[in-house]
């Protein structure tokens, strides 16, 4: 294991421009990092190395995490598992069938109430009056499974988010072991769980040991889950499940603030950190690294955009 990412201030480049009539009128920064199947870089922009918040990429660490420790669910729950959804009903149903696997109940959830990510699915709710509820939050399905996992263990369930209970500590090692790091700091996450820094290229090298994991093991039952089950992992509008569906093979997470992973079945992988925390410059750089990764220009040509440009640095 490497020794714990430094904090601070990351080193971030200029990654995107948003162009106006052929102008450039506004300047994302970040970082972007893609690595071999040997963790070692093949691309870097800007500052891999400063500890960063992985936020919501750090679903598929946490999923492989309760795999170890036993836990078995049919692969769409597994994938909804990793998930950051969109609240349509496939995700609602999903999460209420793992929360009946487990023997829990919505209320034992430890994520906050709310309406669905999704755009239309929130207007929609909106619409019709119902009121915000712990099942729509994004991030049910892993505390779901976080549940689950708890109770399988005996483990106490009312304290399941604290980051000194046996499940926390379990996700902790485990985000060490995939990425070769040690954990920079411990926040809490918008839905409450443990959050723990990692640098991205700790963060690219975890996503690429998920995804070149050999079949059977528990990383590798998590990438298969993924690969089967796109649309749990996000949602039918959402460009992280249409990246998995154009791209054989590929696994991937967005998360907020920006942050992405994604990684081939060979273990070359990337991960990306817009510093503004922006999402509109997310996609066309996770664009422009999977070229970099050696994905096939000619499915990636649907996602690409002519009022956002990536700058010199990012181009093969």
Request: aromatic residues 2%; hydrophobic residues 45%.
């Amino acid at each position: 294991m490497t020794q714990t990412p430094p904090v601070g201030v990351p080193a971030h480049v200029p990654l995107v421009h948003v162009l106006r009539d052929g102008l450039v009128e506004s300047v994302h920064h970040g970082t972007v990092v893609v690595v071999a199947p040997d963790g070692s870089i093949l691309f870097q922009a800007g500052d891999a190395e400063t500890a960063c918040y992985p936020r919501s990429a750090a679903k598929p660490m946490q999923a492989v995490a309760m795999v170890r420790l036993g836990l078995s669910l049919p692969p769409d729950l597994l994938a909804l598992t990793t998930s950051s959804h969109s609240g349509e009903e496939v995700h609602l149903a999903g999460a209420r069938r793992l929360l009946e696997l487990g023997g829990s109940t919505e209320a034992e959830l430890g994520n906050p109430a709310d309406l669905p990510y999704d755009p239309v699915e929130r207007e929609a709710w909106i619409a019709a009056g119902r009121p915000a509820r712990k099942l729509a939050h994004n991030c049910s399905g892993k505390h779901a499974s976080m549940l689950h996992t708890a109770r399988r263990h005996g483990w106490s369930t009312s304290d399941y988010l604290d980051p000194g209970h046996p499940l926390q500590r379990e996700i902790a090692a485990t985000v060490e072991d995939l990425t070769g790091q040690r954990i920079a700091n411990v926040a809490i996450d918008g839905c409450g769980a443990p959050l723990f820094a990692v640098s991205l290229r700790g963060l690219a090298t975890a996503a690429g040991r998920i995804a070149s994991a050999p079949t059977g093991s528990p990383e590798g039952v998590v990438a298969q889950a993924i690969r089967a089950h796109p649309e749990m992992v996000a949602g039918s509008r959402r460009d992280t499940t249409a990246l998995m569906s154009a791209v054989p093979g590929l696994i991937a997470k967005d998360g907020f603030e920006a942050v992405q992973i994604a990684a081939l079945p060979d273990g070359t992988a990337i991960a990306l950190k817009i510093a503004d925390g922006s999402d509109r410059a997310r996609l066309p750089t996770t664009i422009a690294a999977l070229e970099l990764a050696g994905v096939d220009a000619t499915l990636l040509a649907r996602f690409t955009s002519d009022d956002l440009n990536v700058a010199d640095v990012l181009k093969s």
